[in-house]
């Protein structure tokens, strides 16, 4: 799985999700609650659809069985899916606008020097086993954070900044920022709470797969380890008072399937044991995606185009290994990347290949001032021979007596990418191998500094913060998302800067400062980006005007999607008399 940058998610809830039908529906027995009176306050979200009918249930992929869903232990993709749809911030990022929205806060005020923010918890807010959530449970959500027993270094990067939150009374929390800040708000807002009263004896660092108490519109259902996993609509949500929350999390159960193998899973979709499935593996979408379900549009096909923040992927180079702290070595391992081969015969040019760490901050995702690194071996090899690597009488690279060795540590079964990359290295004298882990492995080796070279792929966020990547501070974290171990003065400067301004379109020109260093530094082997979502999805949901919203990508159906009784009889029938349904758009494209 994916990790991805912590304010993506913390003020992007949108649902996340992977895989798979876990029960035959047939089992499931629909979640009965009693009719909500709305909240007289507050604005409905405007990608939510009026009408959607609570009921049904969602399946999709997983990819690999998780470590843990516990996301503050082991961020990635589908632990943030997970418990984001278990517990709830205090505030999260307005769908559609740059604007903050009340989730367990009813309000909060701000204080003249934007350093105080106080948030009065909404008097409803009650967990799973009927207790009230306090102030006291979003004091603990941070005593467990900053604790240093606790593996959660990623969140004190941003925490650190905070004194410990004051409780003012049980439904009001202070919380105070140390220095200044332009994100401290958002910072705050993102508190979650976490229910003191069940987990105040608890190792948090044990809390992986067991969750009995929760606040958010899902509890934690049936969970068949490497199997499955599932989660079950509460019908004693709390939070179905507020406006914003109407029309949304309307499936009873969401099914989420591990399963590796991205080919095996497509052959799931097409039995009906998957209600979706987002491909990601271009030769799939391009061959494989034609069969006669598609034809007949009883699966929808479709790419969808909105407003998601991109981010970046490519080989994360490991700093701290000798071999890797010579500059021209780190550019000749990205010129024997032979991108434009890989684009063209193994992902049919659905990609842009990336020349940025930050590609939106260009128009069409490219940086005018950067020519795109292509493959040149010849240019690799004076590079490495100028630092002094040098072909021995067996064709192989070395200096000072010893070999030029490099293993690429990886998760996952398409290997293809690899392969040509490790025979483009080879071919150079370089001794080149792939270490081929479980996901629980890979995670711990990463967390633990012990690669040399991974393939890692980082989502945009609507928040960009680069402390958190590229900080010296954070460079030797265990469990750090500054992969590479990169310390860089002028990148530190960079970044202290951007903290303290306020004006955005200001910090974002400070970020193309530390781009164009972080191009110098060449810490990644840049690869590419899509440009969209690729989906297929059974014509059966009810879906908002753009699909998936403005932004996000398929983890925003369990949000917004429901089951649609009347697609859902057209289906039935069409199947029956091996009929066509009217077709669908091929593309989505935002429109407000």
Not at 480 to 506: F, H, P, W
């Amino acid at each position: 799985m994916k990790k991805l940058p912590v304010l993506l998610f913390v003020f992007i809830l949108a649902a996340c999700g992977k895989p798979s039908g876990v029960l035959p529906n047939a089992s499931l027995s629909a979640v009965k609650e009693a009719p909500v009176q709305l909240e007289a306050g507050g604005e409905f979200d405007p990608v939510a659809v009026e009408g959607a009918k609570p009921g049904g249930s969602y399946a999709t992929w997983a990819g690999e069985f998780p470590k843990s869903l516990n996301m503050w232990l082991d961020y990635n993709s589908f632990s943030a899916q997970v418990s984001g749809l278990m517990f709830e911030t205090l505030v999260e990022m307005h769908s559609t606008k740059d604007e903050p929205v009340g989730i367990l806060a009813e309000s909060w005020e701000i204080s003249p020097d934007k350093k105080t923010y106080t948030f009065k918890i909404h008097p409803a807010a009650k967990w799973s086993d009927g207790k009230p959530v306090t102030a006291e449970d979003v004091q603990f959500y941070y005593d467990v954070m900053m604790n240093p027993k606790n593996l959660t270094s990623l969140w004190r990067v941003d925490l650190s900044r905070f004194a410990r939150p004051e409780i003012i009374d049980d439904k009001t929390i202070r919380i105070t920022a140390q220095e200044p800040h332009w994100k401290n708000f958002w910072t705050a807002a993102g508190f979650f709470a976490f229910p003191k009263h069940a987990w105040k004896d608890v190792d948090f660092n044990a809390q992986n797969l067991e969750f009995p108490v929760v606040s958010g519109p899902y509890a934690l259902g049936e969970v068949k380890t490497n199997r499955s996993i599932q989660l079950k609509r509460r019908a004693d949500w709390w939070g179905r008072v507020r406006r914003y929350n109407a029309n949304k999390y309307n499936f009873d159960f969401i099914n989420f399937k591990a399963m590796e193998d991205r080919s095996k899973a497509l052959e799931v979709l097409k039995k009906e044991e998957f209600d979706a499935y987002a491909v990601y593996t271009a030769k799939i979408w391009a061959q494989d995606t034609h069969f006669p379900q598609v034809e007949k549009n009883w699966i929808v096909r479709q790419r969808i185009f909105n407003k998601d923040p991109k981010g970046f992927q490519g080989f994360a180079l490991n700093l701290r290994r000798p071999v890797m702290q010579d500059l021209r070595v780190r550019q000749a391992l990205a010129l024997l990347l032979n991108r434009e081969l890989m684009n063209d015969k193994l992902m049919f040019n659905q990609y842009f290949l990336l020349n940025s760490y930050f590609p939106d901050l260009y128009p069409d995702n490219q940086n005018p001032e950067v020519p795109l690194t292509k493959y040149d071996p010849e240019k690799a090899r004076a590079l490495l021979k100028e630092a002094g690597w040098q072909v021995g009488p067996d064709g192989l690279l070395a200096r000072d007596g010893q070999p030029f060795k490099v293993t690429i540590l990886h998760m996952g079964s398409d290997l293809r990418h690899l392969n040509i990359y490790i025979q483009d290295l080879k071919a150079v004298g370089i001794d080149a191998a792939i270490d081929l882990v479980s996901q629980s492995t890979f995670t711990k080796r990463v967390d633990n500094h012990d690669f040399d070279m991974i393939w890692s792929n980082w989502e945009g966020s609507r928040l960009r913060d680069p402390e958190s990547m590229w900080s010296s501070k954070q460079a030797d974290e265990v469990a750090t998302q500054n992969y590479c171990g990169v310390k860089d003065e002028e990148i530190d400067r960079l970044i202290e800067q951007q903290k303290t301004e306020m004006d955005a379109s200001k910090r974002n020109e400070i970020l193309k400062k530390i781009d164009a260093r972080l191009i110098a530094l060449s810490p990644y082997v840049l690869m590419w980006q899509s440009g969209s979502v690729r989906l297929l999805y059974w014509n059966k949901f009810g879906t908002p005007k753009n699909v998936l919203g403005k932004f996000g990508d398929e983890r925003g159906a369990i949000e917004y999607w429901w089951a649609d009784s009347e697609k859902e009889k057209a289906l039935e029938e069409a199947r029956k008399n091996n009929a066509s349904l009217p077709k669908q758009p091929d593309e989505i494209r935002y429109q407000e």
